[in-house]
């Protein structure tokens, strides 16, 4: 995958994309779209904590990040490094720190449901 692949799926796509489940109003969902809605919810919060091993493991290229802010555009590694603040911010929202999801957590249980799964499936690995 090319850095501007993996910028556009992680800062435009999935980032975009679970920010309109968090903050569109649903009504009527049935259960098999919800059981849907939630397993891209775990799936992502996999993906977050791949995104946060890498990124600790890759650390030293932050540097590079700094010196040269446009260096994503040409290094895979460097254009992982800078979705950090997406990948923080889907995940805050996840977990419903976001004043823009508050609404659909205090008419959802679904914010409840992904934090017992996510912790049983961190206990599990």
Not at 46 to 65: G, Q, T
Not at 98 to 106: C, G, P, Q
Request: charged content about 25%.
């Amino acid at each position: 995958m090319d850095p501007l692949e993996i910028t556009q799926l992680l800062r435009g796509k999935i980032y975009t994309f679970i920010d309109i489940l968090l903050t569109t109003s649903i009504p009527n969902v049935n259960n098999s779209v919800l059981n849907e809605i939630m397993e891209m919810v775990y799936d992502f919060l996999d993906l977050a904590i791949i995104f946060l091993n890498f990124y600790k493991n890759k650390m030293f290229l932050l540097d590079y990040l700094d010196k040269y802010p446009d260096i994503f555009l040409v290094d895979e590694n460097c254009a992982v490094l800078a979705c950090l603040y997406e990948v923080i911010h889907t995940v805050r929202r996840i977990f419903g720190f976001d004043e823009r999801v508050n609404f659909f957590y205090k008419v959802s249980v679904l914010w409840l449901k992904v934090k017992i799964r996510f912790m049983v499936r961190q206990s599990e690995n």
